[in-house]
């Protein structure tokens, strides 16, 4: 109990390692991030209380293998949402376990391994999705890759591709794919970052795609929010997930905090996403939510 009520308490630190990339939540050291469990006044916790806010909605998630993907897929079946989860062949042993989490609160999670970078795996997803649930009324945009570079002549031109590719073409596909599947009232929600507003430095290619992210849900909200379609962003700060040890040096996670005095847990990121799903939000579309742990930035 006290582990996990730590990770919600100011001067949480998180366990310093190191994990092979992509990263497997499961080969995380330490408490696990949390995906169900929301903190409490008294830096406790206590499980998301759900009211059936997307009762009957199909998602589809992108990298909901793990992290704040995860906390997604399983909030939204606390919710009453079914999901097709798109994750990388590695990813498998997560994938499963988010399916497994999923079915316990009684939605289907159905699974596809896929290579977004490819457009025309964005096109199967975004069919295997027809053919399994129907309909998609949520897309959530959320597989990411990043890596550490200190100085931009250091930084390969191989990767720059590589991240833009992974980090905000996939989002374009999905959006040009979903789109004629979706109708009045349906949403697309992106994962942006904090860093696309305080222009991290040692991750040059990752910061600009994620300003890249809020720029194309800006645009793609005005040419959607008429025809009852909302797009909107969530911009994370810190946030425990098997990205930080499997691409952050030691002394990078030995900072890794926020003004709160701790990261943000997946399911703190994961509320906002259900809040900008569901009809809460009907009045809120072209916008990014800030969970970023107490960083202020200029919109």
């Not at 696990?32 to 997307?54: H, S």
């Not at 009324?137 to 591709?161: F, G, R, S």
């Not at 696309?196 to 290619?205: C, E, F, I, K």
Request: contains cysteine; proline residues 5%; negative net charge.
């Amino acid at each position: 109990m006290s582990e996990q009520k730590s990770q919600f308490e100011s001067g949480h630190k998180i366990p310093i390692h190191d994990l092979k990339q992509p990263g497997l939540q499961a080969d995380m050291k330490g408490p696990p991030p949390r995906n169900e469990e929301i903190p409490t006044e008294d830096g406790g916790y206590q499980i998301y209380k759900a009211a059936g806010k997307l009762k009957g909605k199909k998602a589809i998630i992108t990298g909901g293998d793990s992290g704040i993907g995860r906390a997604i897929a399983i909030l939204f079946a606390m919710e009453g949402a079914d999901s097709l989860i798109a994750y990388l062949e590695v990813e498998e042993k997560d994938a499963q376990e988010t399916k497994k989490k999923v079915e316990e609160y009684g939605q289907t999670c159905h699974l596809i391994q896929v290579d977004l970078k490819k457009k025309e795996d964005c096109h199967k997803v975004v069919d295997t999705a027809i053919e399994k649930m129907g309909a998609i009324n949520i897309l959530v945009n959320n597989a990411a890759y990043q890596n550490m570079i200190n100085d931009i002549n250091d930084l390969t031109e191989e990767q720059w591709e590589f991240t833009f590719n992974t980090n905000i073409h996939p989002y374009f596909y999905l959006a040009k794919y979903a789109l004629p599947h979706m109708k009045k009232g349906d949403t697309i929600i992106n994962n942006a970052s904090v860093n696309a507003y305080v222009g991290r430095p040692d991750l040059l290619d990752y910061t600009s795609t994620k300003g890249a992210i809020v720029a194309f849900t800006r645009g793609l909200s005005n040419q959607y929010v008429g025809r009852g379609i909302r797009v909107n962003a969530v911009a994370p700060g810190p946030v425990w997930t098997p990205l930080i040890p499997a691409t952050m040096n030691h002394e990078a996670q030995d900072q890794f905090t926020s003004p709160m005095g701790r990261p943000s847990q997946p399911s703190e990121i994961a509320t906002c996403f259900v809040f900008l799903a569901s009809t809460d939000s009907s009045s809120i579309s072209g916008q990014t939510i800030h969970a970023n742990g107490g960083v202020v930035v200029n919109g």
